[in-house]
């Protein structure tokens, strides 16, 4: 099936990014947009753009049956839904098979499967892949809970099934706070996710969270696109990410992919798709989600593999084969992605909405900034305060944190707070650049005071070069005017010769 026209289901810079791959294939773009979005990039990149309701995404993007019908509207023969919204919404994906148009990603039984952490613990455990200790099943009974609890051993970790973004989520620390954690976690989990369901595993206290990325099509073919580093996280979602990872030895590396491969065909996957584990501190890894989308830091993979994971998508929706075996892959120096936010790094990364005065991205080789705002712009309310995110690449990883460093100076934002400061931060940090931390890196070196200190080293660091610079140029102009005077003095002797 050749692709003609595709409607993408989303906003900002995952739709542009969408879009520009779809461009350069030669297949037609639709946007749809809010009211919130009417003058967005992605309203103006797409070849066709339709109003599709009011600001809140739940009168907007997330209406199923409205998009649907733009994409009858516009003649789009498939849908791609980019990440969130309804990316891995199973329901969506059989409505858009059922009018005839094709999801680009995987089937509503893969996005089931997998959606559900409980079902996916299961399907992985059917191919002896590392779990953590703890339950495969929905748990509410009290006694149970506390009996795998014990078996386990404390502190154990409370999970929503259908959760996600640290929601329905709670730590126990011992047998007294679990009755009152597992209500809690219940409720929460009811009333983000409609469902209840919630699951017992072994907290690993200072763990690292790599995930894997996969591509697999229609014909059988499964590969692993090697695994990025996603530890650096503020309340369970990350915000450092790169590959490959400092600590993956090329056996752990080889070991943890064919994991992944064999929880895609699990599920029989299609499209690209993401499984994520947990690393403990001697290195062994458990198997921890599925996710059913392309995920937000994954132009560091491209950056090490040469691919484009979007081009890969349709071309997969379109029937096509993989083009390569794992065989054919290889990693290609290291690439490092902050996601650059509205937040403030010294308020708890709270949101910080307002009117971008100053927008200037960085430029030069090895430098990729994937945004949807430009200077002038509003930062909505209604989303994720997601501005950007900025991905460099090098030959090595040193090399490849300054560049970062250069490209976080370069980045001139102003009018709203942003990750910027805190990219710095990590960049410099002994932790970061030994590769000894995990997901508490936050926890266990960032605090206000900490980025304040460092601002106040930069900007000594940076007076000290100015003052040197202006010596050095006083000197060169001092040296310049005995030269022009001594040259001067010589031609006037001459002269009187």
């Not at 993956?248 to 943890?256: D, L, W």
């Not at 290889?330 to 927008?359: C, M, Q, S, W």
């Not at 040193?398 to 102003?414: F, G, N, P, V």
């Not at 010596?471 to 002269?495: D, Y």
């Amino acid at each position: 099936m050749k692709i003609n026209k595709i409607l993408v289901a989303n906003r900002g810079e995952i739709a542009l990014r969408v879009m520009r791959t779809a461009r350069e294939m030669g297949i037609k773009t639709v946007a749809v947009y809010s009211e919130a979005d009417r003058n967005a990039i992605h309203t103006r990149f797409a070849d066709e753009a339709y109003f599709i309701g009011p600001p809140q995404s739940n009168q907007s993007y997330l209406l199923m049956d409205k998009i649907l019908e733009v994409a009858k509207m516009s003649g789009a023969d498939a849908i791609h839904p980019g990440y969130g919204f309804l990316s891995e919404n199973a329901v969506f994906a059989e409505k858009v098979a059922a009018a005839g148009i094709k999801f680009i990603g995987p089937s509503a039984y893969s996005i089931n499967m997998m959606g559900d952490k409980i079902s996916a613990k299961q399907a992985a455990k059917n191919y002896h892949i590392p779990m953590v200790p703890g339950t495969d099943h929905a748990i509410t009974d009290i006694a149970e809970a506390k009996a795998v609890a014990k078996k386990a051993g404390y502190p154990i970790l409370i999970k929503a099934s259908a959760g996600g973004g640290g929601k329905g989520m709670r730590v126990v620390n011992n047998e007294e706070e679990l009755e009152e954690q597992m209500h809690r976690a219940m409720s929460e989990a009811l009333s983000a996710f409609g469902n209840d369901a919630v699951f017992i595993e072994k907290f690993v206290t200072s763990p690292r969270h790599i995930e894997i990325q996969v591509l697999a099509d229609d014909h059988g073919n499964v590969v692993y696109l090697f695994e990025r580093e996603c530890s650096i996280q503020r309340r369970h979602q990350k915000l450092v990410e790169e590959a490959p990872s400092a600590v993956v030895s090329p056996e752990m590396r080889k070991a943890m992919g064919e994991s992944a491969v064999m929880v895609a065909k699990a599920c029989n996957y299609s499209g690209a798709g993401t499984v994520e584990f947990l690393v403990d501190d001697q290195l062994n890894y458990y198997f921890l989600e599925m996710n059913t989308r392309l995920q937000v830091e994954h132009p560091v993979t491209e950056f090490i593999t040469g691919l484009d994971l979007v081009r890969e998508q349709i071309l997969i929706a379109e029937g096509k084969a993989l083009s390569f075996t794992q065989d054919d892959l290889r990693i290609h120096g290291h690439a490092i992605e902050l996601r650059v936010t509205a937040e403030d790094p010294t308020n708890n990364f709270l949101p910080d909405i307002g009117k971008l005065i100053t927008y200037r991205r960085p430029q030069g080789h090895g430098i990729r900034v994937d945004d949807g705002y430009e200077e002038g712009m509003d930062i909505p309310i209604y989303y994720d305060p997601l501005l950007a995110k900025l991905i460099v690449h090098a030959q090595t990883r040193e090399l490849a944190c300054k560049k970062m460093i250069r490209a976080i100076q370069d980045y001139q934002i102003s009018g709203v707070a942003t990750t910027l400061p805190f990219g710095t931060f990590v960049m410099q940090h002994e932790a970061f650049l030994s590769g000894n931390f995990d997901t508490k890196f936050i926890e266990r070196y960032f605090t206000p005071e900490a980025l304040q200190l460092h601002d106040e080293e930069a900007s000594a660091i940076a007076a000290f070069l100015a003052a040197r610079l202006m010596e050095s140029e006083k000197s060169a102009e001092t040296q310049s005017a005995i030269a022009t005077q001594t040259t001067k003095s010589k031609w006037l002797e001459r002269k009187r010769m």
